[in-house]
């Protein structure tokens, strides 16, 4: 078939070949609204569980950004980027290639989608066998082009655990396994609200950059399970076979922990290391800068970096920044990182 050259060409395709009656489902995720619309529940359930307590009940009129996904058999040649369109990003399995305000994700044979950032729409499709890996469809499918039209709206995500006290927020940039988790769960169990465990979004207004929740389930090895004794008290974990994780949602732990916003005033750049005891290494801004450019997810679209960069360096100034140094002995550093956050 020839190529699919326009978001409508998509939909229309999308709809005209959809298995079942199509799902529509609007999200306001703190003033930017989306409305996702496909064919398949497990679709719809996959970013349900992504954007989880920013649904809304009522239809949106307007959203700011709509995306479409469609299940398919069988991936064809149509909806792949034209013939030498520049690669944007390669991530593993995902791919990312752009033209103009247009972007093409290509996760290797089981997932096509096509975004127009200047309408803020996007629309693809997916094998209907991998429907079954949630995480997939909403980390991989749906989530990075989604993510870039959120920038388009003034939302920029940050890879990093957030929490609170008193309009404080406290931020913990790192990449999987750098232990944003484990400290969630000790701080929300000393009384500190809860933003994220992974992902937040920054906002800036007069130059002041707010840290904005984004609460996905928290996933945990078993190893952490281990670690973390209290973690027995959960009565239900979703097991995530396609990443080998267990998740759950921390308000069933710690319930009414989840926080709205909070002003970053410490940023804590967490490394485990092998040793029993714990340090902080203080920053300067231009290292943690440096750092933090790492965790910006600065890789859909050049047209964002520049304010983007603007906003991570407002945050850093406005921030106590240090490497953590995470040891062993959990009570020590438990004792240390609740020591610096509450000013003591």
């Not at 199509?22 to 679709?43: E, M, P, Q």
């Not at 058999?73 to 030498?84: C, F, H, V």
């Not at 960069?309 to 921030?319: N, W």
Request: overall charge negative; charged content about 25%.
């Amino acid at each position: 078939m020839t190529s699919l050259n326009t978001i409508d060409k998509i939909i229309e395709y999308g709809q005209r070949s959809s298995s079942g009656k199509l799902i529509i489902s609007d999200y306001n995720v703190h003033g930017v609204t989306t409305r996702l619309i496909t064919d398949s529940t497990k679709v719809s359930q996959a970013v349900d569980g992504l954007l989880d307590g920013f649904k809304t009940e009522a239809a949106i009129e307007d959203p700011a950004i709509e995306f479409s996904i469609f299940s398919r058999d069988e991936l064809d040649g149509g909806l792949d980027a034209p013939e030498g369109t520049p690669l944007l990003y390669d991530w593993d399995a995902v791919k990312i290639l752009h033209a103009g305000d247009r972007r093409y994700l290509q996760l290797d044979r089981r997932g096509r989608v096509s975004a127009d950032l200047s309408q803020s729409r996007a629309a693809g499709f997916v094998l209907r066998e991998s429907l079954d890996y949630a995480w997939l469809i909403s980390h991989q499918v749906f989530y990075p082009l989604w993510g870039q039209m959120m920038k388009e709206h003034g939302l920029y995500p940050f890879h990093a655990a957030g929490l609170t006290r008193s309009g404080s927020a406290f931020l913990f940039p790192g990449r999987s396994g750098s232990g944003k988790s484990t400290l969630s769960l000790e701080l929300v169990g000393s009384g500190y609200g809860f933003l994220s465990d992974d992902t937040v979004f920054l906002r800036e207004s007069n130059e002041v950059v707010d840290a904005l929740s984004f609460p996905e389930e928290i996933n945990v090895t078993d190893e952490t399970r281990k670690l973390i004794p209290e973690l027995d008290k959960v009565k239900k974990f979703n097991i995530d076979t396609f990443r080998q994780k267990s998740s759950f949602a921390i308000e069933s732990l710690f319930p009414a922990c989840q926080q709205d916003s909070g002003v970053p005033s410490i940023i804590m750049f967490p490394e485990v290391t092998g040793s029993d005891s714990t340090a902080f290494l203080p920053m300067t801004r231009t290292e943690a800068l440096a750092f933090s450019m790492r965790f910006g997810f600065f890789f859909i679209d050049p047209s964002t970096t520049g304010r983007h960069f603007e906003i991570l360096s407002l945050l850093v100034k406005q921030a106590q920044c240090y490497r953590l140094m995470t040891g062993t002995n959990r009570e020590e550093w438990r004792r240390m990182v609740t020591s610096l956050l509450d000013g003591s």
